[in-house]
């Protein structure tokens, strides 16, 4: 069976020969930063623009991958030919840029050498999330709240997804199925482990302020189809009180684009 082929720090490999010291910061300490797009028919989603976002969190945490934008969407799109004959006709691949700070010293915690840089692709795991399409997904508002921004800036996406992974497990322990809605720390409501959240509120289409959540490439486009559709979307904060007496709720982000939620905290 063919192998998938990634690219670490210049060179393309066979996943099995991919190697990553136990020094690597992003291994050791969660010090790293990422972004993820999907292709639909095969095709990646604004690629441009997560390369872009990519970018902006490698400013934010003073890493230099020592690529341009235009290399690393480049590299990215070599990812995808070299794995393209392993897609089935109705498969679709998510496409992962990862860049930690690189290998840290034996002795003196400093970063020895450049930033490690992987690009990779995975098969979407369409059977996972299948189920919510028709059925809808459960939610549950953990007691983990999001960390503010005032600590760590929400706009990043950084590999340390120990936040997340605590609210993600909490839900699970009440339903194995529920997905994570946090709040933040003035119980506002935020995002979940992985998606935006928007409400439906009479005819308006609401979502909470881009301070506490990661600001989603799949957001901006649906800002872009409410416009078009001219309904309006009013971003701001909202409460689980707004949650329990919206018309309707639902997620959004890139790899299963909607989806729409069905209870909350059972």
């Not at 930033?115 to 995975?122: D, G, L, Q």
């Not at 001219?230 to 949650?243: M, Q």
């Amino acid at each position: 069976m063919q192998e998938r082929i990634v690219y670490l720090n210049g060179a393309f490999v066979p996943e099995s020969e991919a190697k990553v010291s136990v020094l690597d910061s992003g291994f050791n300490a969660g010090d790293g930063v990422y972004d993820v797009t999907r292709t639909f028919r095969h095709k990646p989603f604004r690629l441009r623009e997560h390369t872009e976002r990519l970018f902006r969190s490698l400013r934010y945490t003073r890493i230099d991958c020592g690529m341009s934008v235009e290399e690393m969407e480049n590299t990215t799109l070599e990812v995808l030919e070299r794995n393209r004959p392993l897609l089935g006709a109705n498969d679709d691949c998510a496409l992962w840029q990862v860049v930690s700070r690189g290998v840290r010293s034996a002795v003196g915690n400093r970063v020895a050498g450049g930033a490690t840089v992987t690009v990779y692709s995975v098969i979407v795991n369409f059977p996972e999330f299948a189920s919510f399409y028709v059925e809808g997904a459960p939610l549950v508002i953990p007691s983990t709240r999001r960390i503010p921004p005032e600590c760590l800036e929400s706009k990043a996406k950084i590999t340390n997804k120990m936040n997340h992974n605590m609210a993600s497990f909490e839900a699970k322990q009440v339903d194995p199925r529920a997905i994570p809605l946090m709040l933040d720390i003035h119980g506002n409501l935020s995002e979940t482990s992985a998606h935006n959240f928007f409400l439906v509120i009479d005819g308006k289409l609401c979502t909470p302020s881009d301070r506490n959540v990661l600001g989603g490439i799949t957001k901006t486009a649906i800002f872009e189809l409410a416009k078009e559709l001219r309904v309006e979307v009013i971003e701001g904060d909202y409460t689980p009180f707004d949650l329990y007496n919206a018309d309707e709720a639902f997620l959004a982000s890139t790899s299963p684009t909607f989806v729409p939620i069905k209870t909350v905290n059972g």
